[in-house]
């Protein structure tokens, strides 16, 4: 059982550039989200989705697009990186019900130069 | 907006000493979650709090909700040098997915 899959681990990109980050998870969970995790900050909501095709903004969404075509997989678009965007991403996903607990993924290191 | 204050956000200990780390939230949240964080590493959940008066001990880590204060705490029992990570607390507002996380406390156990 994998849990949360998270790739790349590390990428640097250059200002303008668009990329994914992909997040896999093999639990059936409903629920994903994604967050950004920057020095001092504690972790940031971005977007998240109760089930496929359906999505909704977080506290931080501008510069991201997200899809959720199947449960298994919620990835994450920047679509014209900016250096403020340099941070380390973490996916999450938790099970239907009360008091499930999120699940994280590795996160994905991102640099934007 | 919920939003969640940790304090303290540093802290240096002795290993053997008891501390508790404070969680307050700004509006009514229907659960409480703690996470530990080694460094460069990813979060690992501690423990989910749903009621007024929960508390919930795992080893020498132990967890309270009070909803009317709308305050948690993490106690810590004779500390070991294990313990030493950064935890967060996080909140959910009613009704929504996602969490709002504290800033995080960064932990220290010193032999």
């Known amino acids: 059982n994998a849990g949360v899959t998270q790739t790349p681990k590390f990428q640097v990109l250059k200002t303008g550039q668009s990329m994914t980050l992909q997040c896999a998870q093999d639990?059936?969970?409903?629920?994903m989200s994604w967050y950004r995790q920057d020095p001092g900050m504690g972790l940031r909501l971005i977007h998240y989705s109760v089930g496929a095709g359906i999505t909704d903004q977080g506290e931080v969404p501008n510069g991201y697009n997200v899809s959720r075509s199947t449960t298994e997989d919620f990835p994450l678009r920047l679509l014209s990186a900016a250096p403020s965007q340099t941070s380390v991403y973490f996916c999450a996903s938790r099970e239907t019900g009360s008091g499930q607990p999120q699940h994280f993924g590795d996160g994905t290191r991102l640099s934007i130069l | 907006e919920l939003k969640v204050e940790q304090n303290p956000l540093f802290l240096s200990m002795q290993e053997g000493k008891n501390y508790t780390i404070y969680c307050n939230y700004s509006?009514?949240?229907?659960?409480l979650y703690w996470y530990r964080q080694d460094p460069g590493k990813s979060l690992e959940s501690l423990f989910v709090l749903l009621s007024n008066g929960a508390v919930k001990q795992e080893g020498r880590l132990m967890a309270s909700l009070d909803t009317k204060a709308r305050l948690s705490t993490l106690h810590i029992t004779a500390a070991v040098h294990d313990l030493s990570a950064t935890y967060f607390c996080a909140a959910r507002e009613g009704g929504a997915d996602g969490l709002t996380f504290g800033k995080g406390t960064h932990l220290i156990i010193q032999p």
């Open positions: 509006t009514t949240s229907d659960r």
């Open positions: 639990m059936n969970h409903e629920y």
